[in-house]
Structure formats: C-alpha cells, structure tokens
C-alpha cells in the first residue's frame, strides 16, 4: 500500500505543475498583450495630440507636411516625442492642398514585427 500511496503523490504533483507551467503561460501572453495595447494607445494618443496641433495651428497646415516638418518648431517636437515614446517610433504626415491629412505612426514591437497605425482627418480654416 505504501507504494501506491507514493504513486497517487507524485501523479498529483505533476498534475499541479502541469497548471503552474499554464498559469505561467498565461501571464506571459498577458503581458505582450497589455504591452502591445498601451504602445497602440500612446500611438492613438500621439495621433490626436498632432491633430490638435495641426487645429492650432490651421493657417499653417502645409508647413507640417514632412517634406517640411523639420523647419516647424511644433511638427519637430511631435516627431522627437513619438520616437522617445515608442519603440523605434517614426512619424509621417501627408498633407494635401485640400486640408485632407494623413497621419502615419509606426514602430517596431519587441518581437521584431512593424506596427502601423494611421489616421485621416480634414482641417479647414475656418
């Protein structure tokens, strides 16, 4: 009987460690994902902060486009902070004659795949 006692112990055991490999693996998969969420929302977020400083600014909308975004002060601060705050971060705005604009976000997740994220809007002086 002591042997059998011994068995049902150790087939006990591993099932125990079979669930806290899982609950280990869980938490990292829930770990890429809330980290990939936040850089997806800090990249919305800095889509909306240029879209707020292209509003203020609607007189001079061309001037932000990146051919020109270099000489404006406001459009030059927006690209440091979008690289200091994601991965490899890089931004690019496209603006027509039209006020139409288009927004590009994109970085570099830890597994070494591109993200985009891209937003249009329209500004009109009013």
Known sequence: MDGVVLIEVLVAM??????????????????????????????????????????????????YDSSNCASTTACKEWLDKVAASLPNGSGTLAVAASGDVKITIGWKGPDGQTHTYVTNTTIVKA
């Open 14 to 63: 591993l099932i125990f460690m079979f669930g806290v490999l899982g609950m280990v693996g869980l938490q990292a998969s829930l770990t890429r994902s809330q980290t990939d969420s936040k850089v997806r929302a800090d990249a919305s977020y800095l889509a909306s902060e240029m879209i707020g400083r292209l509003w203020s600014d609607a007189g001079n909308i061309a001037n």
